[in-house]
């Protein structure tokens, strides 16, 4: 398959252990955030959101964490799947109002059998 | 199904062409997106509509010109004047309201013959 990225950062987890990426955002005043799954040679996946009022909001197997403080942002996976295997980025939308998301570099999650 | 349609998968262009790179979307949204993806980096954005009839110039415009004549539609067109082409494109398209999910297609990956 096509490499989105050749030089991430990468992750490589024990299938049915527990995922922890994280992301370090900019921009102090970036008030809503979001996590994508890109598989390799297709487009983002829509994982999970988070608004800059809340500190943790739970889906489907995933976690988001945001840390302000720190300008911090993580994405929990349990129990990760080989299907879980892509590379992770997180987005911030800077501009109150507007729709122009900022994307992170991306981590690249590997899952040993 | 709802989706975001990209056309086509692959696009090889010569020396001094334009090409145009198709993006459809039957979701009704407002909004659409293009971004440039190259390896080692996260998503970069070019254009962004907001409603028909209107468009803004994103981070890496130079090179690159779109339209929005339709809702459904935001074609992006490589120009002759944008140096290095070769490049995985993203489109996307989110409702225009505050704190939405941009939701994307499967890509164009564009190469220079």
């Known amino acids: 398959g096509e490499s989105v990225g050749l030089h991430l950062p990468t992750l490589s987890v024990q299938e049915g252990d527990n995922s922890i990426i994280n992301c370090a955002y900019s921009?102090?005043?970036?008030?809503?955030f979001i996590w994508y799954k890109q598989e390799s040679g297709k487009g983002p996946q829509f994982i999970i959101d988070?608004?800059?009022?809340?500190d943790k909001r739970q889906g489907q197997r995933v976690t988001v964490l945001l840390n302000k403080t720190v300008k911090h942002l993580s994405l929990q996976i349990a129990a990760t799947q080989p299907g879980d295997s892509a590379v992770y980025f997180c987005a911030e939308n800077p501009i109150q109002g507007a729709q122009k998301l900022v994307f992170g570099q991306g981590t690249r999650l590997t899952i040993n059998p | 199904d709802g989706g975001i349609t990209q056309s086509p998968k692959y696009l090889f262009r010569k020396e001094g062409q334009n090409v145009t790179l198709s993006c459809e979307q039957n979701?009704?949204?407002?909004?659409m997106y293009w971004y440039r993806q190259d390896p080692g980096q996260g998503l970069r954005l070019i254009y962004y509509?907001?409603?028909?009839?209107?468009?803004q110039k994103g981070d890496i415009a130079e090179g690159y010109s779109v339209s929005r004549e339709k809702k459904e539609s935001f074609p992006l067109t490589v120009t002759s004047a944008q140096k290095n082409p070769t490049a995985f494109y993203l489109c996307a398209s989110s409702y225009y309201r505050v704190n939405q999910p941009q939701h994307f297609g499967d890509g164009t990956r564009l190469s220079i013959l």
């Open positions: 921009n102090s005043a970036s008030d809503y």
């Open positions: 988070i608004r800059s009022n809340m």
């Open positions: 509509s907001q409603i028909v009839n209107d468009f």
């Open positions: 979701l009704n949204h407002d909004a």
